[in-house]
């Protein structure tokens, strides 16, 4: 069983109702048990019972945590334990250098995203265990991020990528949408993807590809394998 904390309860996302989701998406394989927080300053003071858990799977994007929880996440996750970074958890917590190594790729300034619209997810590395023998994901209904910033050269490799079209807002560039990383012992599942607003509709979660694709990074971040 993968433990996992699920860390949310800010976002300029509806975390409200994307947390409650991948809580249940995870549990519903059997091998995930979550705990969900909303207030993970608080839940990352007990180094003790973070030592328990497999995995963070990070929804939140809000004010910066006290220094001890701070200090307590990056050492877990230096010591082994997994991480998914979820969609605007990249846009957080500028100037915490650590987490910004973590992440690899951040929103930060130039960033943006063209409309909301559908479009194809290209796997480009067949030969990791997350996108082995996974399709491409075609007519995802999502935001497309482009000219996420490269922080403190972090070395990263991506797994999935996009066309970033100019007729819905894009650069004419190929942008990354799924990335991993290791961070010490640790390993990073960066899901770009993931977009929901506070009273718009869950399309993209609803994406059984998008479930799909969630599930085996977060395994793959707490395991190093994939067995889904």
Request: charge should be negative; include cysteine; aromatic fraction near 10%.
């Amino acid at each position: 069983m993968i433990k996992t904390l699920l860390l949310t309860g800010a976002n300029n996302h509806d975390w409200a109702r994307s947390a409650p989701f991948c809580k249940e998406l995870l549990e519903a394989t059997g091998d995930f048990q979550v705990d969900l927080t909303e207030n993970p300053d608080e839940a990352l003071q007990d180094r003790a019972k973070l030592d328990t858990y497999d995995l963070y799977f990070v929804d939140y994007n809000g004010p910066h945590w006290s220094e001890l929880a701070k200090t307590n996440f990056i050492e877990t996750v230096r010591g082994g334990t997994g991480v998914t970074i979820l969609h605007a958890a990249d846009n957080g917590f500028p100037g915490w250098v650590e987490y910004e190594e973590l992440c690899a790729l951040l929103w930060r300034e130039g960033t943006g995203h063209g409309s909301y619209h559908e479009f194809t997810v290209k796997m480009l590395d067949k030969a990791h265990p997350v996108t082995r023998g996974l399709p491409d994901m075609l007519g995802h209904p999502d935001e497309l991020y482009h000219r996420m910033v490269h922080m403190h050269g972090a070395p990263y490799r991506t797994l999935a990528a996009s066309y970033s079209d100019p007729a819905t807002g894009g650069t004419g560039d190929i942008e990354p949408m799924v990335i991993v990383r290791k961070y010490g012992e640790g390993r990073i599942f960066h899901d770009i993807l993931g977009h929901v607003w506070a009273g718009g509709g869950m399309d993209t979660f609803e994406s059984a590809e998008f479930q799909r694709l969630l599930i085996r990074g977060s395994e793959w971040a707490a395991t190093g394998s994939v067995t889904q």
